[in-house]
Nanobody, 124 residues
């Protein structure tokens, strides 16, 4: 089993920045690619970004390209999401997720493990 714990969410003004962290524990050797998703009230969970096991490959949703950066530190079993130039529409609960197989994926069903989520609220 793998446990994921997100942190770093909060309230920020539009144009501001936040850095989310996701610490993995348990059978971390089974983790391959990791991703960030978000879910706003009344909306479906949507893909934000994903990163390969080595960190050499990343994929972003069009809505966050150029503003968000995903990275990982495998020595610390932690993945990060640096969010800059935040907009009101970025407001959501952000979830960290981990895959136990290779290949970056954008669908939630492709991920085996999930964190509890962290709230990000951007005021306009």
């Amino acid at each position: 089993q793998v446990q994921l714990v997100e942190s770093g969410g909060g309230l920020v003004q539009a144009g501001g920045s936040l850095r989310l962290s996701c610490a993995a524990s348990g059978r971390t050797s089974s983790i391959y690619d990791m991703g960030w998703f978000r879910q706003a009230p009344g909306e479906e969970r949507e893909f934000v970004a994903s990163i390969s096991r080595s960190g050499s490959s990343t994929v972003y949703a069009d809505s966050v390209k150029g503003r968000f950066t995903i990275s990982r530190d495998n020595a610390k079993n932690t993945v990060y999401l640096q969010m800059n130039s935040l907009k009101a529409e970025d407001t959501a609960v952000y979830y960290c997720a981990a895959r136990t197989g290779p290949g970056i994926r954008e669908r939630p069903v492709e991920y085996s493990y999930w964190g509890q989520g962290t709230q990000v609220t951007v005021s306009s």
